[in-house]
């Protein structure tokens, strides 16, 4: 099955990728990316800031008992996303592998390591629900988007609450005690509940720290157009960031977000009367830091994995 979705989301992700590069042509889109020179790299390192910060968020899912030092959440950050990027399974094909890396890496337990990538996973998206959330209004107050972009951006703001709030009732319900003895579930189980009884104030500063991150993806997003020499404003830029980050959302299934990435900012950029080149030339210089970090993830778990063997 998962064989035959991440071929189908291939499918549609190309054709979207070629729909988008058809209506605007790789000469506009050249010529748009040559105006970045070496502001490039500056703009690649500027992820750093975002990783920064939802490596912190990360830290405050994890039980307060654990002095585990933020250098070793950001690397492990770092590999889990990259296996997250690399798989079709999303947002959730490297959470085990940052629980893994805790362990051998840090010794922290396989229980608090999953519960806390679980509660991260869980406040990382309740900091993008808020984070769009304001987009939406602004853009209602500022941009006034066109009818399909509008309904669009409500209808996965809406299904993506309802997964949230889904995923929440799991957690509290027990979503890993059918996975039996062997691993443990019911210890993750409730490692999780006593999380969020017990440490509301971790939990509030875990979502914090991820909705500075999608700010500092708001910050990256006018830095690029600034570059490319369409002067913005921080609240066009806010907008633009919340409503591409729902339309990603909504393309979980496509494996990179292959074709959806550049089909959405397209769709974005019309609605708000922007110039489409610059749009998917802002595209391409994100598919480029993803890939430059992913490379980056996977160097750095082959280091681990190196010394493991040492050891």
């Known amino acids: 099955m998962i064989r035959w979705v991440r071929c189908a989301g291939i499918v549609v992700g190309l054709a979207l990728l070629s729909w988008a590069v058809a209506s605007v042509g790789w000469t506009a889109i050249w010529q748009e990316l040559q105006r970045l020179g070496w502001w490039l790299a500056p703009i690649v390192m500027l992820y750093m800031v975002v990783c920064g910060l939802d490596t912190w968020g990360w830290r405050y899912a994890l039980t307060g008992r654990y002095d585990t030092p933020w250098r070793t959440l950001f690397l492990a950050r770092l590999v889990g996303e990259a296996v997250n990027y690399v798989t079709p399974l999303a947002w959730v094909g490297g959470e085990p592998v940052k629980a893994y890396l805790l362990k051998r890496g840090h010794g922290v337990p396989m229980i608090d390591g999953v519960s806390s990538v679980v509660i991260a996973k ?83 500063l875990s979502v914090g720290f991820h909705f500075l991150g999608w700010v500092a993806g708001m910050a990256e997003v ?56 610059a749009g998917l030339a802002m595209a391409v210089v994100r598919r480029i830091r993803e890939l430059v970090w992913t490379a980056v993830g996977l160097v750095v778990w082959s280091g681990y994995e190196y010394a493991f063997s040492r050891a």
């Open 122 to 204: 869980t406040t990382l998206a309740i900091g993008l629900l808020l984070f769009a959330l304001c987009g939406i209004g602004l853009a209602l107050w500022q941009a006034p988007l066109s009818a399909t972009l509008a309904r669009l951006a409500w209808c996965i703001l809406g299904t993506l609450g309802v997964l949230v709030t889904l995923f929440l009732l799991a957690q509290h319900w027990g979503m890993f005690r059918r996975l039996g003895p062997v691993v443990r579930g019911g210890e993750v189980d409730t490692a999780i509940r006593q999380f969020y009884r017990s440490q509301r104030g971790r939990l509030v």
């Open 222 to 277: 006018w830095l690029i157009l600034q570059c490319l020499g369409m002067p913005i404003t921080l609240v066009q830029a806010w907008i633009i960031e919340s409503l591409w980050q729902l339309l990603r959302a909504g393309a979980f299934l496509i494996p990179a977000g292959l074709g959806a990435h550049e089909g959405g900012i397209l769709l974005i950029f019309v609605s708000l009367g922007l110039s489409s080149p």
